[in-house]
Each structure stands twice: as structure tokens, then as C-alpha cells.
């Protein structure tokens, strides 16, 4: 099983995932903001990130998914971005449209369906 951060503001879903993730095997680490988040990336070298799109301001979510991507040395670290964005804004993430600004190599609505995540992971890391 694989290392996962998990980078998300809310600590329900952060203990919630967190919980879930343990359950099935896989060890995590987390990080309550984008700035902790990309530290522990660079430190931790996990080998998935589960990042909260919304956090703090509108965009750092983004921001953070961009920095990783554009680090040489976390670039090939899978990101599954996780919102709740086109509830609270109206505007569905469409990935092929939204890939040059947010290229997480998947993403989820919250709420999340554990099952549906898990699967997903499980294909990212066999990669």
C-alpha cells in the first residue's frame, strides 16, 4: 500500500479520510494548509497527493497541484483534486478544458465516494 498526503482545511474530512485510508492499508500524512502541504510533499516524497481544491483563498488548491506538478521532483507524485466547486460555485472542473491552470491526474466531487476514491488510488499507485 501506498504513503498519501492528504491536504485539505477541514479537519473532519481530513480525520474522516484520514480514518478510511488507514483502514485499507495505506499510511498518510497531513497537512491542514497548501503551504504545509507542498513542505511535507518535498519532505515526505509520498507516492499519492489528495488535495482539497478549496482551501484558504479561492485558488491555492490550484496553486498547490501547480507546484507540485512543476517540481521535478514531485511531478510524477499523482494528485486527485477533491472539491465541492461546482456546488459552491456553479462551475463543474472539466479536465480537459481546466488542464493548463489544474492538472490533477483525477478529481472528485465532495462528497466523496469512498469505494469510487479508493479504486482510483489503488489504479494511480500501480502505475
Request: charged content about 35%; hydrophobic content about 35%; glycine content about 6%.
Given at each position: 500500500?501506498?504513503?498519501?498526503?492528504?491536504?485539505?482545511?477541514n479537519p473532519d474530512f481530513l480525520f474522516t479520510t484520514e480514518t478510511f485510508l488507514k483502514r485499507n492499508g495505506h499510511?498518510?500524512?497531513?497537512?491542514?494548509?497548501?503551504k504545509k502541504g507542498i513542505e511535507l510533499a518535498e519532505k515526505e516524497h509520498p507516492d499519492l497527493v489528495l488535495l482539497d481544491v478549496m482551501m484558504e483563498t479561492l485558488f491555492s488548491g490550484f496553486e498547490v497541484c501547480k507546484q507540485i506538478k512543476?517540481?521535478?521532483?514531485l511531478k510524477d507524485i499523482p494528485v486527485i483534486g477533491i472539491s465541492g466547486m461546482a456546488d459552491e460555485l456553479g462551475v463543474p472542473f472539466e479536465k480537459d478544458r481546466d488542464k493548463e491552470y489544474?492538472?490533477?491526474?483525477?478529481?472528485?466531487?465532495?462528497?466523496?465516494?469512498?469505494a469510487k476514491l479508493l479504486e482510483k488510488i489503488t489504479e494511480l499507485l500501480a502505475r
Open positions: 500500500m501506498g504513503k498519501i498526503l492528504i491536504i485539505d482545511d499510511t498518510t500524512i497531513t497537512a491542514e494548509d497548501g512543476s517540481d521535478p521532483r489544474f492538472s490533477p491526474d483525477a478529481f472528485f466531487e465532495k462528497p466523496v465516494d469512498k
